[in-house]
């Protein structure tokens, strides 16, 4: 009787829940506002707008909610977008952290919201013209000159200054919190370098990514119109009108949200610049470029006032222009804001506010702001140490070095001993204190992937606080308008204040409308001669030295990894006995700091040796091998950031995180092989072919793109030029072993084998690596290129050279049989200068060719040191300028 064999059925997974289902059964924690009901707690179906938004996602289950969420993490991931608490050269960059829901405001909402801002956009800026102006509102005691005059950001240097244009605010960021019962209140105003809008634009573009049919449906407003009217109204005020020329002001890539500001520059056709790119001559702001002096007419700022002259204001920043207030004074140039805003962000100034508005506007103010005691006024402060259990306990002059500054205090969070430890600090010192009302913020929706944070909430929506930055900009003779948007801030799990630097994150912010979507964008409708000539990039003196550096910084990396890979296949292949070869990889070891000079050599003691070099692959201290120059590749592309596209970008993060985490990781295991060294490098090569790929075919090749191409081919002349001399010094090149690492080094060993076949014929060696000009590694062709380089830098005409060009030797002169000539008759002392055999005396082998290559090498440190003086510090730029008039 035959019996049936048994069948093995995979067990049945359960069915993952629907995302409509999981958005019914979250809530909001008691006390909140629910944005998903639009109710305080436990109450009410979705909102509408809530429901037609899960509608679109009926069909997707937990599982496509996480490769949703994963697929957002990879963008942000992939665009490089990060934000640096604290931005270290020896640490990873943090990524941004974005939410996958949007924080949507219906119609209604919006319209209030909207009208509140606007309103409170003109109180500030009519209180600026007044305290920059007649000061009545000090006179009359409707504001205490203690917030004015007492506060940093005050500056006197700019008292009685018209700015340009007749505008002091052309943007201001305000922060809203929704209250249990649905209602907005003004929590903070930022006046002086809001942060937000090249992240929010980020997050737009992230977000619509993952739900764009129910962008479609919901009918979100667009940003750009907004971003346009921006930039029209800037134009418009500055002194040069619609063909001005505007820069962004920035403190440069160590800055917590310098992404933003690249990303920023970018998008509006902006020049990046940092203060060291601008001088004032004659009341006037000009930026340093490659081809002379540019004048700059307007400036967006996101330095702050104190660090913008070193002249007026710190003496010891470094961040801003000296002069630049009297170019400001003179009516030369715009900034944006005018400087002096900071004291506008004293929270203590928003419980002036009301009266101010019904003095200046005769308006009650229609967007409230929580309430707030500045305890500097004595029945204030007795009215608000009674509250502190329930309030906020905030800093008067927050960031001050002059005023006790600290971190926002929740008095709900603190225990009866510390509330009467905080009432007697703000006793003694009143005016540093404001107290402001507490509410607990409104709750959204947000998506807690599989494998992240807590097992027991994943797959799960979950309710966080949130917090809503909304934009205001300038609209030229209309006035202002607001964003139709935002930049929620969305608080980690259990905790109230949304802080990027607590471990907060971000959320797209969906403004409905019930009419129709504007679609404009920022592209021109016409462009004239003047703006097209604007158009083209101008190359400031500091970019253009980082990128002649992310050049030289891409070339020693290379150097450094085929250099390395060599040396530990000698040490481990057939020729570990090779004295003159094994000589000769310690020389370039040592030369090239890839192990310090105080380590026994390869012949010495070779297991020490492999050691040292391993050892330093994936360091950035002590010898300068392979990490150090990753990591400088990484830290000098970032001041370029602007130029490089993503895909560029993101190869050279990843090469150098991986190579440090990989060998972190074989260091920690305690069995850091050759093998396993070799791996490594050879990914890290790989990887650096993808960067030199990106540099050479996906870069625009103007001037900037021509500096970094010569910091490439300096770096590539000394290090073969120097490499080949060595070889022959040291008689590495005599043997068979040391003939095929030399043209393994120059990476022509495919090219050789294919011409000369198993040849170990010196002529045919100089021919290839020296002579050649179709091979792009030989001598030959490197100093070509870069007296043509030069050339067409230093804007000589076709098929000319200029005098910087001459200070490299020609390869038109080499005659390969003079080169290949062993024993000539005439040696001079430059052409034995270094030479030494391995028994210490001169070695006088290839004379003629050893002179070349000793040319070669001191050339390509004479023309580095010639560009640095003609086109970064502006020796002779005195009498320069381009457009002055």
């Not at 340009?164 to 249990?180: C, E, M, N, S, T």
């Not at 045919?764 to 007296?787: G, Y």
Request: hydrophobic share 40%; with cysteine.
């Amino acid at each position: 009787m035959n019996e049936a064999m048994p069948v093995h059925l995979p067990p049945v997974k359960p069915e993952s829940p629907g995302v409509a289902a999981l958005a019914r059964s979250a809530q909001a924690a008691p006390g909140h506002f629910d944005e998903l009901r639009a109710a305080a707690t436990g109450s009410g179906k979705l909102t509408e707008v809530w429901r037609q938004f899960f509608s679109t996602l009926e069909n997707d289950t937990a599982i496509d909610m996480d490769q949703r969420a994963a697929n957002l993490a990879r963008q942000v991931r992939d665009n490089g977008i990060t934000y640096n608490v604290y931005a270290d050269e020896n640490g990873p960059q943090r990524p941004w952290s974005l939410d996958l829901f949007p924080l949507i405001v219906d119609p209604a909402s919006w319209q209030r919201i909207e009208a509140g801002v606007l309103q409170r956009m003109r109180l500030l800026e009519r209180v600026m013209a007044d305290v920059y102006g007649p000061q009545t509102l000090l006179h009359d005691g409707l504001l205490p000159p203690a917030l004015v005059h007492a506060h940093p950001g005050y500056l006197r240097a700019m008292h009685g200054v018209e700015p340009v244009g007749g505008r002091y605010l052309h943007i201001a960021a305000f922060d809203l919190a929704r209250g249990p019962d649905g209602n907005w209140w003004l929590e903070a105003q930022r006046s002086q370098a809001p942060s937000g809008l090249g992240y929010l634009l980020e997050n737009r573009l992230a977000i619509l990514a993952q739900f764009p049919q129910a962008f479609q449906i919901l009918g979100v407003q667009r940003l750009a119109s907004t971003y346009r009217a921006l930039m029209d109204s800037l134009k418009a005020m500055s002194p040069a009108g619609p063909d001005a020329h505007l820069a962004l002001l920035t403190p440069g890539p160590y800055n917590e949200t310098y992404f933003e500001h690249a990303y920023l520059a970018r998008y509006l056709g902006l020049t990046l610049v940092e203060g060291s790119d601008l001088l004032v001559r004659d009341e006037c702001l000009f930026l340093k470029t490659l081809k002379g002096l540019v004048p700059v007419h307007g400036l967006l700022k996101r330095v702050d006032d104190e660090y913008l002259d070193p002249l007026e204001l710190r003496s010891d920043s470094t961040l801003g222009v000296p002069g630049l207030l009297q170019a400001i004074r003179a009516g030369n140039v715009l900034v944006a804001n005018a400087p002096g805003s900071a004291f506008l962000e004293s929270p203590a100034l928003l419980g002036f506010l009301p009266a101010l508005s019904r003095h200046l506007l005769g308006e009650q103010l229609s967007l409230p702001a929580l309430p707030t005691w500045w305890c500097g006024e004595r029945s204030a402060m007795e009215e608000a140490l009674p509250r502190l259990a329930e309030c906020a306990i905030k800093p008067t002059y927050p960031g001050s070095l002059d005023h006790g500054s600290f971190e926002t205090v929740l008095g709900g969070k603190l225990n009866a001993r510390a509330l009467d430890e905080w009432a007697g600090r703000i006793v003694r010192q009143a005016e540093e204190h404001t107290v402001q009302g507490y509410t607990p913020l409104s709750q959204m929706p947000t998506w807690q992937a599989s494998g992240a944070g807590d097992p027991a909430e994943a797959g799960r929506l979950l309710a966080r606080s949130v917090m809503l930055r909304v934009f205001v900009v300038s609209d030229g003779v209309q006035g202002w308008r607001v964003l139709p948007g935002g930049l929620a801030r969305v608080a980690s799990a259990g905790q109230e204040i949304t802080s990027m630097q607590r471990g907060g994150s971000s959320a797209d912010v969906w403004a409905l409308t019930r009419g129709e979507v504007d679609h404009h964008t920022l592209l021109a409708p016409h462009m004239t001669p003047e703006s097209l000539m604007q158009r083209k990039r101008l190359i400031t003196s500091r970019a253009a030295e980082n990128l002649f550096w992310l050049g030289r910084y891409t070339e020693r990396a290379e150097n450094a990894i085929r250099l390395a890979r060599l040396t530990l296949e000698c040490l481990h292949g057939e020729e570990q006995s090779s004295a003159p070869l094994l000589t000769w990889l310690s020389q370039m070891a040592v030369a090239n700091t890839l192990v310090l000079p105080g380590v026994p050599s390869a012949l010495q003691a070779p297991r020490v040796f492999e050691r040292s070099l391993i050892d330093s692959l994936g360091s950035s201290t002590g010898a300068t091998s392979v990490g150090y120059y990753l990591r400088a590749l990484k830290m000098v592309g970032s001041s370029v950031r602007e130029r490089l596209s993503q895909e560029h970008w993101r190869i050279i993060i990843r090469c150098e995180e991986e190579l440090f985490e990989r060998c972190a990781t074989q260091r920690r295991r305690a069995d850091f092989s050759a093998l396993q060294a070799l791996q490594i490098l050879k990914d890290t090569s790989d990887h650096m072919a993808a960067i030199t790929g990106a540099q050479t075919d996906r870069m625009t090749r103007d001037d900037g793109w021509r500096l970094l191409s010569i910091g490439r081919h300096i770096e590539r002349l000394a290090f073969l030029s120097s490499a080949l001399m060595r070889g022959i010094n040291t008689g590495s090149l005599q043997t068979d072993d040391g003939f095929d690492a030399m043209v393994e080094l120059f990476d022509s060993a495919i090219t050789f084998h294919a011409q000369f076949q198993q040849s170990r014929d010196m002529a045919a060696l100089v021919d290839l690596l020296v002579i050649d000009r179709d091979n792009p590694r030989s001598i030959s062709w490197i100093a070509h290129t870069l007296r043509g380089r030069l050339a067409r830098l230093a804007g000589s005409d076709p098929n000319r050279l200029c005098a910087l060009s001459f200070k490299v030797p020609d390869p038109g002169t080499w005659d390969l049989a003079q080169l290949c000539d062993e024993a000539p008759d005439l040696v001079t002392p430059a052409q034995t200068l270094g030479d030494t055999s391995d028994a210490g005396e001169p070695s006088l082998q290839y004379v003629l060719l050893k002179d070349v290559l000793y040319q070669c090498t001191e050339a390509s440190f004479v023309v580095s040191d010639d560009i640095s003086a003609t086109y970064f510090t502006h020796s002779g730029l005195a009498n320069q300028s381009l457009g002055a008039g």
